[in-house]
């Protein structure tokens, strides 16, 4: 999280827009704020977490499709797929194990069925190169 806020605002200072970017970060930081807060109820929480889902199922099966569309994996990074569904279902249990809920538990398990689709593409487009394309003149 912290690296993604970092870049989100160097993004915005390296285009000549440092006000909005510290904004950004202002903004960011009173969300979390509220967000962490005793105040902010359940129900609330609960739902923004289950709204994570649909963002990683999309994400990955959009991939997934170009990945398929193409033929091939591209550059895509052999170390990093595994690593990310070996992490994800390490990630099954540790959540089982020390929060005992349904719904984390159930995010991982759709997050390891997606990136196990990714690491599969990956083993199948194992030998496969992507084609060279022709500069034009």
């Known amino acids: 999280m912290l690296q993604t806020?970092?870049?989100?605002?160097?993004?915005?200072?390296y285009?000549?827009?440092?006000?909005?970017?510290?904004?950004?970060?202002v903004c960011y930081a009173l969300v979390l704020l509220m967000l962490l807060s005793p105040?902010?109820?359940?129900?609330?929480?609960t739902i923004l977490q289950a709204s994570n889902m649909p963002s990683v199922v999309v994400g990955k099966l959009l991939q997934a499709a170009t990945n398929y569309r193409n033929g091939h994996?591209?550059?895509?990074?052999?170390?990093?797929?595994l690593l990310l569904f070996g992490g994800s279902l390490a990630r099954i249990f540790t959540s089982i194990q020390e929060t005992g809920d349904p719904?984390?538990?159930?995010?991982?398990?759709?997050?390891?069925?997606?990136?196990?689709?990714?690491?599969?593409q990956l083993l199948f487009y194992w030998n496969v190169k992507a084609p060279h394309k022709k500069k034009k003149e």
Request: aromatic share 6%.
């Open 73 to 81: 994996t591209g550059q895509l990074s052999a170390i990093t797929v």
């Open 15 to 25: 285009r000549g827009q440092t006000v909005k970017g510290v904004a950004f970060l």
């Open 39 to 45: 105040l902010m109820p359940l129900a609330v929480i």
């Open 103 to 120: 719904l984390m538990a159930g995010t991982f398990v759709v997050s390891s069925l997606c990136n196990g689709l990714i690491a599969a």
């Open 5 to 13: 806020v970092t870049i989100c605002f160097l993004v915005l200072h």
